[in-house]
């Protein structure tokens, strides 16, 4: 069964920085494209980022709105996927997912993480 | 980038009954490769979202065929027949045809 958990949300104040995990399983983790997608309340998800598979050399794209500020990366030993956020500004706040990339489409979600930034 | 018009934004449903719902891309959806890269996500109140059907008309694994979806090019359209309670929540659509990546605003399934 696949699954994938994320951790490290909270709350953090405005210039700040947070790292967030995905811890997955069930699958071959090499195999695939992995994103970071998230969703403010009430609104439509937005994609952050990914970091491509073995085959294609595990490089990364982001979304710019993110770009510079943002940081995918993977441990493929542990079956990790992270994302490094500095310079937090308060329309960061969301829920944050990590999600597996079939071909064309995101196959399975986490179950998200809750991202405040707010003095 | 793709923009992604969902329609409507809510509708209400008795049960049992039949929904459509309409997603329309602002450029054509159909990859250099000859396919057409469009899925439709179900968001279930407090949950994340789930994959429901890719590729236009395609069922994910375990996926009930209640859930039905068509469309080409621009225009595209999931249909939910026999509408039942655990339907509810928020229907998306998303294209992987152009980076980036992008999805519709969502519609709203209430059930009367």
């Known amino acids: 069964e696949v699954k994938l958990l994320e951790s490290g949300g909270g709350l953090v104040q405005p210039g700040g920085s947070m790292r967030l995990s995905c811890a997955a399983s069930g699958f071959t983790f090499t195999d695939f494209y992995m994103y970071w997608i998230r969703q403010p309340a009430g609104k439509a998800p937005e994609w952050l980022g990914f970091?491509?598979?073995?085959?294609?050399?595990?490089?990364?794209e982001y979304n710019p709105s993110v770009k510079g500020r943002f940081t995918i990366s993977r441990d493929n030993t542990q079956n990790m996927l992270y994302l490094q956020m500095n310079t937090l500004r308060a329309e960061d706040t969301a829920t944050y997912y990590c999600?597996?990339?079939?071909?064309?489409?995101?196959?399975?979600w986490g179950q998200g993480v809750m991202v405040t930034v707010s003095s | 980038d793709v923009v992604m018009t969902q329609t409507p934004v809510s509708l209400s449903v008795s049960l049992g009954g039949q929904v459509s719902i309409s997603c329309r891309s602002s450029?054509?959806?159909?990859?250099?490769?000859?396919?057409?890269?469009l899925s439709w996500y179900l968001q279930k109140p407090g949950q994340s979202p789930q994959l429901l059907i890719y590729k236009v008309s395609n069922r994910f694994s375990g996926i009930s065929d209640r859930f039905s979806g068509s469309g080409s090019g621009t225009d595209f359209t999931l249909k939910i027949s026999r509408v039942e309670p655990d339907d509810l929540g928020v229907y998306y659509c998303g294209q992987g045809t152009q980076y980036p990546l992008t999805f519709g605003s969502g519609t709203k399934l209430e059930i009367k």
């Open positions: 970091i491509r598979n073995k085959a294609n050399g595990y490089t990364t």
């Open positions: 450029q054509s959806l159909v990859h250099n490769n000859g396919n057409t890269y």
């Open positions: 999600a597996r990339f079939g071909t064309g489409y995101f196959d399975y």
